[in-house]
């Protein structure tokens, strides 16, 4: 059974701070990943895909994958109220393996 | 690129009632997704395709769940016998084939079962 686990929280963080979402996942095999971010009662949005080893930037958030640790990370830079959700980390293989996500709220 | 649309956006229904969901993916997409979401959990995956094929469903997925996606372009999702429990946001998702895309989710349809 491929898994992907990630910290339910909540987080808080006060306005301005870095938010720092963790997520690990079963597969070694697995090749892709994604965040996404859903607002109460909204659909998921993808916000970020990462696909090496490394970093990837895309304004202010950045995606760690470590594939030898299985781990994959998001940090939120210059945390905003609008920032509050719930972020869902995402594997994909032939269907998309998603955790239970980790509610943030940035606390003005 | 109209993005993934699903129809009802809400839906009340009573027990042992029969209920049907529409998906209309991204137009090049050729993968279809169903999920189905409670309060406080993730997604759950309950079967997908591509094209007009129905490539893999859900092992936990009851048998009065069907889907269909009967020329490759619109899917449809359909409960029969509605109980409580099914009361959740249903998703449709859709991608092309290949491991890099991601998902794009439609708005979602909410199905209350009373």
């Known amino acids: 059974q491929k898994e992907v686990e990630q910290n339910s929280g909540p987080l808080s963080v006060p306005e301005g701070a870095i938010a720092s979402l963790n997520c690990t996942y079963s597969?070694?095999?697995?090749?892709?990943f994604f965040w996404y971010r859903q607002y109460s009662g909204k659909s998921p949005e993808l916000i970020m895909s990462?696909?090496?080893?490394g970093d990837k930037e895309d304004g202010r958030f950045t995606a760690q994958l470590n594939k030898a640790s299985q781990y994959v990370s998001l940090l939120i830079r210059d945390s905003q109220p609008s920032d509050s959700a719930t972020y869902l980390c995402?594997?994909?293989?032939?269907?998309?393996?998603f955790g239970t996500g980790t509610s943030l709220t940035v606390i003005p | 690129d109209t993005g993934v649309s699903q129809d009802p956006r809400h839906k009340i229904t009573k027990r042992g009632q029969n209920v049907t969901f529409r998906c209309d993916p991204i137009?090049?997409?050729?993968?279809l997704y169903w999920y189905r979401q409670t309060l406080g959990q993730g997604p759950e995956f309950l079967t997908y395709?591509?094209?007009?094929?129905?490539?893999?469903k859900s092992r936990l997925l009851s048998d009065r769940f069907s889907a269909e996606r009967p020329k490759g372009s619109f899917s449809t999702l359909e409960i029969q016998r509605t109980e409580q429990g099914d009361s959740a946001m249903y998703l449709c998702?859709?991608?092309?084939?290949?491991?890099?895309?991601?998902?794009?989710f439609g708005n979602g349809t909410r199905l209350t079962v009373t």
């Open positions: 998702a859709s991608t092309k084939t290949g491991g890099n895309s991601p998902l794009h």
């Open positions: 395709f591509q094209n007009e094929a129905q490539l893999e």
């Open positions: 597969d070694r095999g697995s090749q892709s």
């Open positions: 995402a594997m994909a293989g032939n269907q998309f393996y």
């Open positions: 137009s090049e997409h050729n993968r």
């Open positions: 990462i696909y090496s080893n």
